[in-house]
């Protein structure tokens, strides 16, 4: 049985196509969903099913727009209540693909519409199970999501149902099954996941702390729930966009897909309260951008980012790309749920610099030359998050993780010259760029971030040493 794991890198997203005797059925698609209909065409088959694990929170699925463009029904498991018509199976529901069965498996916890769905190929044989959140590898799916939608859940309660889930439901299958899990490592729907897509459930039954087989209730709950950060703001709007269905991918391609010349650019950015989204690399982005734009990179986890740091998830934007990379910029965005471009830049910031229109820059310095400046008095901002920061950073130095730097702008001086600095420049950039837009200019930021910094003799402390002062 061939089971075809369809990966996207930039969101640590898994999606799945299988097919048999001309039919097909696509699981978790992504919000594009032209690249499935394709694959169905190449194998001449007809996309009959899309299978959706639960109502994801990470990015917005293309369930609804793969079904008005195939004809193919969408399945959830139980409790689902989708706004849409979609099949809401029961428990240990078989449905066929050609010869295949798929089986429907509810495992609530990480979600309460939670299901896994287990694949057995044309004799019979029980073949893998795709397993969305429930289980991945090396984790499983993190239960403090639900509980912003659902007033009575907390936490605790999920976990605790996930344990069931997991040891009455999914333990109990043949070892030498494939897992199929719908994320990997960067993902922010777990918190220890492996950069391997696929396992053994035998082999992750010996790996995974989570499957210990002598694991009390009260310890998975507690190992669970320690270390989790708090989830992205955008997850919650993106389970309501899949909860009610989303627009489809083309409306989003025909609003935002337009060309503006340098005038026509400024005009709209005057006239409408449009955010200004530079989406070229750190380096290039200092030496020259159009002021009170936002760098975040394309290169770099630019999703995620885009939905930890523009609050609104319906806010006008207005894009400034390399050129030729527009498209995939739009498409990115819409991932998570952010539909609201309205246009790019023309011939991208070098038509802006020959109009002859403003320009900014950001200070940048090297590590060396942070050395050679350094004193007791230089005060370094680390926007790492809290664990890089507490494994090593600068002595004395603050941390205000770039995801909540929008909550946290008080505590940039505006009285004193500051250094900020992440672990390569990727999210130190992002910062200098919205602290420029906020009026910020006493600042300079430091090209390699802590990668460069380790390797100079500038002094240096971690969470266990600071403690021990």
């Known amino acids: ?198 396992d053994t459930l035998g082999h992750q039954k010996m790996v995974n702390y989570a499957l210990r087989a002598d694991m009390t209730r009260e310890e998975f709950i507690t190992e669970l729930l320690d270390g989790l950060n708090a989830p992205p703001a955008y997850f919650p709007k993106n389970v309501m966009m899949n909860i009610n269905g989303p627009d489809g991918i083309d409306s989003i391609m025909e609003r935002g897909f337009k060309s503006l010349t340098p005038d026509e650019f400024e005009a709209v950015a005057n006239e409408t309260e449009a955010l200004m989204l530079d989406t070229r690399d750190a380096e290039t982005f200092r030496q020259g951008f159009i002021p009170n734009s936002i760098n975040i990179g394309i290169d770099g986890n630019f999703a995620p980012w885009v939905g930890a740091l523009i609050p609104d998830i319906k806010q006008e934007v207005l894009l400034i790309c390399d050129e030729g990379r527009e498209q995939e910029v739009i498409t990115r965005m819409a991932r998570v749920g952010y539909d609201f ?52 950073h600068l002595e004395n130095a603050i941390n205000i993780p770039l995801d909540y730097i929008n909550d946290h702008l008080a505590e940039f001086p505006k009285d004193k010259t500051f250094t900020i600095h992440c672990a390569g420049g990727y999210r130190s950039m992002i910062a200098a760029s919205i602290l420029k837009s906020r009026g910020w200019d006493n600042f300079k930021e430091v090209a390699g971030g802590f990668n460069a910094i380790s390797k100079t003799s500038l002094p240096k402390t971690n969470f266990v040493c600071a403690s021990k002062k």
């Open 1 to 198: 049985m061939k089971v075809e794991q369809i990966y996207t890198g930039c969101i640590a997203h898994a999606a799945y196509y299988i097919e048999n005797n001309g039919e097909a059925a696509i699981f978790d698609p992504l919000r594009e969903v032209q690249p499935y209909i394709d694959r169905a065409i190449k194998d001449n088959a007809k996309i009959k099913y899309v299978f959706e694990t639960h109502f994801h929170a990470d990015f917005v699925s293309g369930h609804v727009d793969l079904s008005k463009k195939t004809g193919a029904q969408i399945v959830y498991g139980p409790t689902a209540k989708p706004g849409y018509e979609a099949i809401v199976a029961e428990d240990n529901q078989v449905f066929k693909i050609g010869n295949y069965s798929i089986k429907v498996i509810h495992t609530p916890g990480h979600t309460m519409e939670s299901t896994c769905y287990l694949l057995s190929d044309e004799n019979g044989k029980e073949h893998g199970i795709i397993t969305g959140d429930t289980l991945f590898i090396g984790d499983v799916g993190r239960p403090d999501l639900a509980q912003k939608l659902v007033s009575d859940l907390t936490q605790e309660k999920l976990a605790s149902t996930l344990f069931d889930s997991l040891r009455n439901k999914l333990m109990p299958l043949s070892d030498d099954l494939i897992v199929y899990p719908n994320h990997g490592a960067g993902s922010a729907c777990g918190k220890n996941m492996s950069k391997e897509t696929t």
């Open 341 to 392: 471009a309205i246009g790019f830049l023309q011939g991208g910031f070098k038509a802006w610099k020959e109009a002859g229109k403003e320009v900014d820059t950001v200070d940048r310095i090297t590590a060396t030359d942070l050395e050679g400046s350094y004193s007791a008095d230089t005060i370094i901002i680390d926007v790492r998050n809290k664990g890089e920061y507490n494994a090593e």
